[in-house]
């Protein structure tokens, strides 16, 4: 059969082959398609029977609401020359807050420009560096710690291991910060690690971490890290909890060891919780801890230590710049927006789980 006869014949019946490419974008569309979950109409049928969990709901929407929302009124301090006398009148029309002297972008522009605008970039650039190390220092910690525990098959065992791990979580960061200053002092204040450093001959002298500021960053993620270690890791051991043990049975029937199952089946199975986690803390990037570069933070290394928290308690409210303050804190509002959406939207780009 000729060409010529093959052509007349598809012709005459109406089965126009299709493009190679048309046809594989259609299969990659039906299994987009496929991927994704079914949406569930939310009825009042479907309300009425959750009314349980949502009337558990209420306390803590409106606690996000009273502590989250209503304040954000006070925004309007960020575009006035605030002063907290002006106003003392009890009527509501006359009161602090709204009879004050507007100056529009000012503020703004005084804490981004200029010596002050310097000072607060420093402070930026001071807040991402440990927010960023701490974070990715953590998650590989706990990750890590999680996959360790989960290999332990001596239950009693494990149950020490948690505890002692946990346990810190619940010091208040006033006593930790106090523990890492003493344990980074000098061998006679009772500082065991520069004690530890010199007896294994890694260092001649004792360091005096606290005065050196390239230090200062990883003493916040080595402190966060011992603090929040265990408790990081109560998460990432639920959500191997929850992959189906058929999986590890079938990998032990092909002849897969224990590392590959670790790599193939126990680390891709908490994927989604890992990303999740990791979009949550992408809001939390200006928002650092304030305690540790608070306590252990000095003028000799402020230039590493000092973060936006600690910026504006100093030179906001301290010194009386509220108006200072409020612009610092829309600054870290829509910033941890537009990372936790950029964080969501790269989750989704990439099929990995995403919050919205």
């Excluded at 974008?25 to 569930?40: E, F, I, L, T």
């Excluded at 927006?337 to 950029?342: C, D, E, P």
């Amino acid at each position: 059969m000729t060409d010529a006869t093959v052509s007349t014949l598809v012709t005459a019946t109406g089965l126009e082959p299709e493009p190679a490419s048309s046809s594989r974008a259609q299969n990659r569309k039906a299994r987009r398609n496929a991927a994704k979950d079914p949406k569930r109409k939310i009825t009042w049928d479907l309300v009425w029977a959750q009314r349980a969990l949502l009337a558990m709901a209420v306390p803590l929407l409106l606690y996000q609401i009273l502590f989250k929302y209503v304040p954000v009124y006070g925004w309007a301090i960020a575009f006035q020359n605030f002063k907290p006398a002006r106003g003392s009148s009890p009527w509501p029309g006359d009161r602090s807050l709204w009879n004050q002297q507007w100056v529009g972008l000012e503020n703004f522009y005084n804490l981004f420009t200029g010596v002050m605008g310097e000072r607060f970039f420093r402070v930026v650039i001071n807040t991402i560096g440990q927010s960023v190390l701490t974070l990715t220092v953590g998650t590989l910690g706990a990750i890590v710690l999680a996959l360790l525990l989960n290999e332990v098959k001596n239950a009693p065992f494990k149950r020490i291991m948690q505890n002692i791990t946990y346990m810190p979580h619940f010091l208040s960061w006033v006593i930790v910060a106090s523990l890492a200053s003493v344990a980074l002092s000098l061998p006679s204040s009772g500082g065991f690690i520069n004690q530890a450093l010199m007896s294994l001959h890694l260092v001649d002298q004792p360091v005096l971490f606290l005065t050196e500021p390239n230090y200062f960053w990883q003493i916040v993620a080595g402190t966060s890290l011992w603090k929040e270690l265990g408790w990081n890791t109560i998460l990432y051991l639920a959500a191997i909890t929850a992959i189906d043990p058929g999986l590890y049975e079938a990998a032990e029937v092909d002849g897969a060891g224990r590392y590959r199952k670790m790599f193939h089946i126990t680390l891709p199975g908490i994927r989604p919780t890992i990303v999740v986690l990791l979009i949550i803390n992408a809001g939390w990037i200006l928002s650092t801890n304030f305690e540790l570069p608070y306590f252990l933070g000095n003028g000799l290394i402020s230039e590493r230590a000092e973060t936006i928290d600690v910026f504006v308690l100093r030179y906001g409210y301290q010194l009386g710049n509220y108006d200072l303050a409020v612009v610092a804190g829309i600054f870290k509002t829509v910033v941890a927006i537009i990372l936790v959406g950029s964080a969501n939207l790269a989750a989704k780009r990439l099929n990995q789980e995403t919050l919205v």
